[in-house]
């Protein structure tokens, strides 16, 4: 149990495009989602929360405009980067917690973006 | 705030031989989990054991054990038996509170450390 899947796991996109990437409990309800930011050889970076049916709360220095989180079921988060520069390339890793039993959270497999 | 320190960046390990990684973590509250994590080339992130501050015995899982000191802020991890599949970068993370959620119950990462496994 507890799997957390992540689509797509591999994007190339033109600059200027948006890109949506999501993040699907399973076989469990998830109230909150984490989405994360990671560089190579680095550690995981938190960009924002994302609570079913509010709104998301983003870490200091995340721009919202820019990464628009959507939680609108207890089984699945979004994550859109709009206007995608190459400074958003990075692999996006989401996480997510049970509803009622929300100590450990449970990692998707990761998205790569390119944007060129 | 809370931090979580990981002061080694890599380590190396002989296949079939122990190792143990460290971590410490600041903080000023009473009741709180502790995480250890791994992270393989895939990037997959897998949680490899948990630990409740509340609880006095250290958590085990197999080959992979913790040693907790609570008073010391110290919560280092060993790998017995050493696996070549074992290489991986492995996070330590603290999450508080113990009743939070939302926002409240977002992870606290270390910087990781490398392990390779020697054949």
């Known amino acids: 149990g507890a799997v957390v899947s992540q689509h797509p796991s591999r994007v190339i996109c033109k600059s200027g495009t948006s890109v949506k990437i999501e993040c699907r409990s399973l076989d469990f309800q998830a109230t909150t989602m984490f989405w994360y930011r990671q560089f190579p050889k680095q550690s995981l970076m938190l960009m924002a929360t994302?609570?079913?049916?509010?709104?998301?709360?983003?870490e200091q220095g995340v721009e919202k405009d820019k990464f628009l989180i959507n939680h609108a079921s207890l089984t699945l988060s979004t994550l859109t980067v709009t206007s995608a520069h190459p400074e958003d390339s990075s692999f996006y890793i989401c996480?997510?917690?049970?509803?009622?039993?929300?100590?450990?959270?449970?990692f998707g497999p990761g998205t790569r973006l390119l944007v060129l | 705030a809370q931090t979580v320190t990981q002061s080694q960046p890599e380590m190396s390990v002989q296949e079939a031989e122990t190792v143990t990684l460290s971590c410490t973590y600041d903080t000023s509250e009473s009741d709180y989990y502790l995480f250890w994590y791994k992270q393989p080339p895939s990037r997959q992130m897998i949680l490899v054991i948990r630990?409740?501050?509340?609880k006095q015995q250290n958590a085990t899982e197999n080959r992979f054990s913790v040693n907790f000191q609570k008073a010391a802020k110290s919560f280092s991890l060993k790998i017995s038996d050493s696996q070549l599949g074992d290489a991986a970068m492995y996070f330590c993370?603290?999450?508080?509170?113990?009743w939070g959620t939302g926002a409240n119950s977002k992870l606290t990462f270390g910087k990781g450390i490398t392990l390779s496994v020697r054949p």
């Open positions: 993370a603290y999450r508080s509170p113990l």
């Open positions: 994302s609570n079913e049916g509010s709104k998301a709360t983003y």
């Open positions: 630990q409740e501050a509340y």
């Open positions: 996480s997510a917690s049970r509803t009622g039993g929300q100590e450990t959270q449970y």
